[in-house]
């Protein structure tokens, strides 16, 4: 059978041989039997046995029960006392050292061997048990990110690992005598408000919160929680918080510079603008009061770069907070639809594909399909009539198709109209979609064929676009 060891620890020489021929024919081996405490411990500690059959009255001056008490401080054998003696009293003592069976003589061998075989199943668990618990502790108690369990009905903190003590500056003492409202920076009632109800599910992303510390200070860190349930105990929550009042700091900071620089931008870009207004003004009364057709040739000339100029300096106007705010979920039909509104497209039928795709994308989403409505309309002929959204899942992600029945890209441009300067207008617009939609990961391509119209390809990657959520 199983072949793992025993050691018997008995003075009755007959109930020895008896113990020794059952344990044997049933498969197990039996080490050399002892016939008192002191020899017990001597045994155990040389070649550790699976199991310890232990009787309690023994030769010698220990005892049984002493033997085992002894052999527990070190070691972890699971210990079946085997005795004549039923007392109430013994058994009492017997139990309080925690054996895992209590056997009365004459023991039957079928009670004797369906007793080694729960114990020694029991012990195995017990020590699958205890190494998962070791192991959990020494993760916990490793982490860098800070760990706190509590009652979810009461909020009283169960337990915490040390990291949260050190981002917090409470000892664990501190917090075991707390609840989780305590640690919100709003007034005890606000604070039980928010979490009387509070809705955990299994697993959820709680996103940044605010804390108070032990010195009164308020930091950020975000969190995630798990909701632990065990039968007949009330459910526990696990939530791991992570600090991120410095990054918090820094895109502040980094907020504050960029909204300096937009104003910058934006006097600078109106004072531009006056300017040339000016020039314009002036040039256009030079053009009236001078007869030499060449010189009306520059000024006409000279007219055509303020004109573009002009429109160089509007344009970026739209795009002064591309990259600046945080992408966010943007649903595709509703941003087409956006950028068709501004636009004039009132002889143009445009199908906005699914109803319900949305891609992770910059705030200036809308603008990739402005510019590609723009540049369609300006380039797609007298026979531009219809413009198609649509998409198909790809091996990478997925494929958003812009396409529409105007006179096409000629293969020389294909490659050309994403680049800085390029086009008859601003030089800008399909530049910009490409940067808009890099921020988030996702390219876009032309690839229509020739003589057909225009069809851009805008290739999303797993993760950044889902369905059916509106």
Known sequence: MSGEQVLIVEDDAILVMDLMNTLEKAGYGVQKPVPSGEEAIVAAAESPPALILMDIRLSGIMSGIEAAQEIRKTQD?????????????????????????????????????????????????????????ERYESVVALAMEGIILFDKDSHTILEVNEAFQDLFGYTRE???????????????EVAELLYADSGFSPQCRLGEQKFRRKDNSVI??????????????NAIICVIVHDVTERKRAENALSEANRKLNLLGSITRHDLLNQLMAIRSYTSFIKESIQDPVLADLITKEEKVIGIMERQISFTRDYQDMGVKRPAWQNVAESVKNAAASLPVQTIKIDTGPPDLEVYADPLFAKVFYNLIDNALRHGGEQLTTLRVSSRKSEGGLIIYFEDDGVGIPPENKDLIFEHGFGKNTGLGLFLVREILGITGMTIGETSDTGRGARFEIAVPEGAYRFGTG
């Open 77 to 133: 054998i699971p210990v079946v006392y085997v005795t004549a003696n039923a007392d109430d009293n013994l058994v009492k003592e017997a139990i309080d050292t925690g054996p895992y069976a209590y056997l009365v003589k004459p023991v039957q061998s079928t009670d004797l061997l369906r007793t080694i075989e729960v114990v020694l199943f029991k012990h195995r668990m017990n020590r699958e048990v205890s190494e998962a618990q």
């Open 174 to 188: 501190d917090l075991k005598a707390m609840k989780i409202p305590d640690l919100m920076p709003f007034p005890p």
């Open 220 to 233: 950020e860190v975000e969190c995630n929680s798990s909701l632990i349930r065990s039968e007949g105990k």
